[in-house]
């Protein structure tokens, strides 16, 4: 049986990062670590002009450190 992955992070998750759960930040950060890597791709050259593509880790760091900025700052509205 293949084990699907789930669509979106859990509203336990999100609120326990919220409340600043280090763990918590740390799985979400993983949750979202092949969108953030996929987003980061870019071109590089070799010396002899060949192309391949790699992850841009300045970029993926960058992105990282705002979703943990708005992590922090996030709000969850209880009606």
Known sequence: MLET???HPSFYLISSAVDGNE???EKLLQF???YI????LRP???EYG???IAVDMEL???IREALMKMIS???IAVS
């Open 37 to 40: 890597s996929k987003c980061c």
């Open 23 to 25: 763990n918590s930040i």
């Open 5 to 7: 992955k789930p669509k």
């Open 50 to 52: 060949n192309v391949y």
């Open 44 to 46: 590089l050259y070799d």
């Open 60 to 62: 993926k760091g960058r």
């Open 32 to 34: 979202y670590d092949p």
């Open 73 to 75: 700052e996030f709000e």
